[in-house]
């Protein structure tokens, strides 16, 4: 955790190495943000920031990071305060953990430990950790096919399982040919070996895992922060509604709950990994009720929007004790809800009613991308879908749903406005 004192009485500018979903909250605090954002991502447009640059995040870690860090160092010294950073993605996470300590000398931050941060995003790393901390994870195993002999080798995890990139990138569309999930599930052995040929194409390793039966509607999540001396200083839980697809898919809709045995089993990973700063801890539910944690993500992410609105606005605590002001009251509101619109396809797959669907997105409290006092964000987005459309009808192409991680975020960077189908979507 970084903490640098501020001099005098102008509250530091929030820089936002992320997307709208990471803003929103910020602004429902009234933090003014300046954002280092996706060259196409709608935060560019909204009301409550500025854009400082925009940076290809899609590039590999450490791919002009010196560039990266000396104009973030030199935008800084301009400023009256040390601005506070805020990370979304594992591309910003990673680059602010590796260079913290250049950072730390212009900027105010909170982030886990270095050895947290390369652990719980390395899928690798993190199975290993899990064995040490003795964390529910499910039966897993590190898969390089093309060095490993045979698929034989994955039998004894037991079917079905979920096959997962460590990171999501163009390569793994030779695995997944629908180019929309960020996971594959295999049932049985025949599949696997199915697939065997094309998985050896892909360079590096694959994480199987044994797959926890049930819906992703069973997928939980513990949100927190946790202050600089240790001491939880906020929380939540949440629930996904829905994916799209509905099996292995993004998150479209989400709820924000009240389960007590989430939290609690939240609280005691934290004290297992001696985290600090912010994190999301994921679950899923067995159908005998016990919870497998999937994954742990110490990065800020679009439930922080939904949370906000909660009454439990994890970015502006953070923000309040970096630049020295007292902490907002916390006051958690079970049931809020997100949308995103996308979720149309993942309600009308689920044989949800548009009519029905209209109304439950109406009636959600947050909603990815639109906002009633900042639509640019939604209006600049739907404008550009429209056009690539067209495009891609006018040269005969298909206008199909592609999806895909650089996850976030949501986060997931641009959105296609309600009713339009597609084309190509990067969330985390």
Not at 111 to 118: C, G, Q, R, S
Not at 304 to 321: E, F, K, M, Q
Request: hydrophobic share 40%.
């Amino acid at each position: 955790m970084s903490h640098r004192p501020h001099g005098s009485s102008t509250s530091p500018v929030a820089v936002v190495l992320g997307g709208i979903e990471l803003v929103r909250p910020l602004a429902l605090a009234g933090i003014r943000c300046e954002v280092v954002t996706k060259p196409k991502d709608a935060a560019r447009f909204s009301r409550h920031a500025t854009t400082i640059f925009t940076w290809d995040w899609s590039e590999p870690v450490g791919h002009h990071d010196d560039e990266l860090v000396a104009r973030l160092i030199r935008y800084a010294e301009l400023q009256p305060e040390p601005p506070i950073l805020f990370y979304e993605w594992d591309e910003s996470l990673l680059f602010l953990s590796r260079h913290r300590e250049e950072l730390a000398r212009a900027f105010r931050f909170v982030i886990a430990d270095p050895f947290l941060v390369e652990a719980l995003v390395d899928k690798s790393l993190f199975g290993t950790l899990a064995q040490e901390r003795s964390l529910p994870v499910p039966a897993t195993s590190i898969l390089t096919p093309s060095s490993d002999a045979s698929a034989t080798d994955l039998s004894h995890l037991g079917f079905p399982l979920i096959l997962k990139p460590f990171r999501r990138d163009r390569r793994w569309d030779v695995i997944e040919e629908t180019h929309k999930m960020k996971a594959v599930r295999v049932d049985r052995l025949e599949e696997l070996q199915k697939i065997w040929p094309r998985l050896a194409a892909v360079a590096g390793s694959i994480l199987a895992q044994r797959y926890v039966e049930g819906p992703e509607s069973r997928v939980e999540s513990y949100h927190v922060y946790v202050d600089e001396h240790g001491k939880i200083a906020a929380e939540f839980t949440g629930r996904k509604v829905r994916t799209l697809p509905a099996q292995c898919g993004y998150s479209t809709a989400l709820t924000i709950t009240d389960a007590p045995d989430v939290a609690e089993h939240g609280r005691e990973f934290v004290r297992a990994l001696d985290l600090k700063g912010v994190a999301k801890f994921d679950f899923k539910r067995g159908p005998d009720g016990e919870l497998y944690l999937l994954e742990v993500n110490p990065r800020f992410s679009l439930w922080h929007h939904p949370g906000a609105r909660a009454g439990v606005n994890i970015p502006a605590l953070v923000y309040s004790d970096l630049a020295g002001h007292p902490r907002p009251e916390v006051h958690a509101r079970n049931g809020v809800r997100w949308c995103h619109p996308d979720d149309f396809w993942a309600a009308r797959e689920a044989g949800v009613s548009p009519v029905r669907w209209a109304r439950w997105a109406l009636a959600s409290e947050t909603k990815a991308i639109w906002s009633w006092d900042d639509p640019m964000p939604f209006l600049s987005t739907a404008a550009r879908r429209v056009v690539s459309t067209a495009f891609a009808a006018g040269r005969g192409g298909p206008t199909e749903r592609h999806y895909g991680q650089g996850g976030a975020s949501a986060s997931r960077s641009s959105a296609p406005a309600a009713g339009l189908r597609p084309a190509v979507r990067r969330r985390r």
